[in-house]
C-alpha cells in the first residue's frame, strides 16, 4: 500500500482545502443564523449558494467511485477528500457528497436499471432532488436485519407496501423526492437473507406520511433531519423493485461497505478539527498560575488524540486500499474495524476537548457539544459495535479451524 497520494489527489485536497478556507469555515456561523432564524425546514439561500460554487470549481459528486459518472476516484483516493469534508458539519452537502444520498447514488450506480438511474440517478447527481433510505424499524431490534417486519407484497403488476420506518435520515427535507424502502417480499422463504428486497418509493404516494422529525441528543439537524416514516398500503410498479426480490442483503452489503468508509474519513476530520481547537484553547487559557497547554494532564492528553487520530487514519485507508484491490468481501474485517475503532476514537477526541474547553465545551459556541453527539451516535448507525466486534470475532476464531 501506498502512503503518499497521487497527484489527482493532491490536487483535489487542495482545492477543496481552499474552498474550505474561502467559502466554508467563514460561513459556518451565518448557515446556522440562517437556520435558527428561518423555516427550520426550508434549505437556506447560503446552501443553495455554496453549491452553485462548488459546482462551478469542479468539487462536485466526488464520491462516486468506479464511474463515469462520478470523478473516477477509487475508494482510497476518495477517503482523504472525505476527511477535508468532515471537518465542518455543513460542508458535505455542499459538494453534494452528503449521507444518505451518497448511497443511495451508489445503490443506484450499483443495481438500478436504466430507467431508474434516468428517473432517479439522474436528477441526485444533478442536486436536484434529496433521498432516503428506510430500512431502520422502531419495532424490532433493527441490529439484526432479518427482524425487518416491513412488507412489498405483489398485487398484479404492483407492490403493496406496509411498515413503520424510523431514523429514515433524509425524509423531512422538503426536497426528498425518493426513498429506498427494505423490506419483506418472501417472508416465508427459508433463507432469512433471501427474505427482503429493496424497492424505489417517490415521497408523493398516496400513503407515505412522515409521522415527525426525530432528535439526537436535542439537535433536530435540520433541514435535513431524521424521521420516523409510515408506509400504509402503499402502491408502486413491480419495475420499482432493485435488482430483483430477495436481493436486499445483497445490496446492503454494498451499500453500506462504501458508505462506512465516508463516515469514517468525515469523522477523522472532525477529530482533527476538535484537536485543533484544544490546542488553541489551552495555549491561550491560563490556570493556577501557568498555561493549560504546560500542564501535563494536558499534554497527555494532546499525545494521546494524535495517536488515536494517526492509528485510525491509517484503519481507514487500509479499509479502503483493500475494498479497491480485492474486494468488500474479503475486506469486511477491516470495514468492521472501522466502524467499531473510529466512532470510539472521535468520542474520546471530542470529550477531551471539551474538558479544555471546560463550560464552553458544553455549549453551542464551539461546536464540540454537537460533534460529541455525532460521535456517540455513530456507535448506533450502520450496525451497533456488537454486532461489529461479532463479526470479527468470529472471523477472528475462524482462522484456527
Not at 158 to 174: C, E, L, Q, S
Not at 271 to 293: I, N, Q, T, Y
Amino acid at each position: 500500500m501506498e502512503f503518499a497520494y497521487s497527484d489527482k489527489v493532491t490536487t483535489l485536497q487542495e482545492k477543496l482545502k481552499d474552498f474550505m478556507d474561502r467559502h466554508i469555515y467563514p460561513n459556518e456561523a451565518r448557515h446556522d443564523h440562517e437556520i435558527a432564524t428561518g423555516d427550520r425546514w426550508q434549505p437556506t439561500a447560503l446552501m443553495e449558494d455554496l453549491k452553485k460554487k462548488a459546482r462551478l470549481e469542479g468539487l462536485w459528486n466526488l464520491f462516486l467511485t468506479h464511474s463515469p459518472r462520478g470523478a473516477g476516484l477509487t475508494n482510497l483516493e476518495y477517503a482523504p477528500l472525505c476527511e477535508i469534508m468532515g471537518r465542518a458539519p455543513m460542508a458535505s452537502e455542499v459538494f453534494n457528497c452528503s449521507a444518505p444520498d451518497t448511497g443511495n447514488m451508489e445503490t443506484l450506480e450499483l443495481y438500478g436499471n436504466e430507467e431508474q438511474k434516468e428517473q432517479w440517478l439522474k436528477p441526485l447527481l444533478a442536486g436536484e432532488i434529496r433521498s432516503c433510505f428506510a430500512m431502520t424499524e422502531p419495532a424490532v431490534a433493527s441490529s439484526d436485519a432479518t427482524n425487518i417486519e416491513s412488507t412489498i407484497l405483489r398485487d398484479g403488476n404492483h407492490y403493496v407496501i406496509n411498515g413503520r420506518k424510523w431514523w429514515t435520515t433524509g425524509a423531512p427535507h422538503p426536497r426528498c423526492k425518493i426513498a429506498i424502502f427494505m423490506g419483506k417480499t418472501d417472508p416465508a422463504n427459508p433463507s432469512r437473507h433471501r427474505q427482503q428486497s429493496m424497492v424505489l418509493v417517490p415521497m408523493d404516494t398516496p400513503g407515505v406520511k412522515v409521522v415527525r422529525p426525530l432528535s439526537v441528543f436535542g439537535y433536530d439537524d435540520a433541514p435535513h433531519g431524521h424521521a420516523e416514516v409510515v408506509f400504509d398500503n402503499v402502491r408502486v410498479p413491480r419495475s420499482n423493485i432493485l435488482l430483483g426480490e430477495g436481493r436486499g442483503f445483497e445490496i446492503a452489503q454494498g451499500r453500506l461497505g462504501p458508505g462506512r468508509i465516508h463516515h469514517c474519513m468525515r469523522a477523522i476530520g472532525a477529530a482533527e478539527r476538535a484537536l485543533e481547537d484544544m490546542c488553541k484553547r489551552v495555549k491561550s487559557r491560563v490556570a493556577f498560575g501557568k498555561p493549560l497547554a504546560e500542564q501535563t494532564v494536558t499534554l497527555e492528553r494532546i499525545a494521546e488524540a494524535r495517536i488515536m487520530i494517526e492509528q485510525a487514519r491509517l484503519l481507514v485507508l487500509k479499509a479502503a486500499y483493500m475494498m479497491d484491490t480485492v474486494g468488500n468481501k474479503v475486506a469486511r474485517a477491516e470495514i468492521a474495524m472501522i466502524k467499531v475503532a473510529v466512532p470510539k476514537m472521535l468520542s474520546s477526541v471530542v470529550d477531551m476537548a471539551i474538558q479544555a474547553h471546560g463550560g464552553a465545551g458544553v455549549s453551542d459556541d464551539f461546536g464540540l457539544a454537537k460533534a460529541y453527539a455525532s460521535a456517540r451516535s455513530m456507535r448506533i448507525f450502520d450496525g451497533p459495535d456488537e454486532v461489529h466486534r461479532n463479526q470479527i470475532g468470529r472471523q477472528e476464531l475462524a482462522k484456527y479451524n
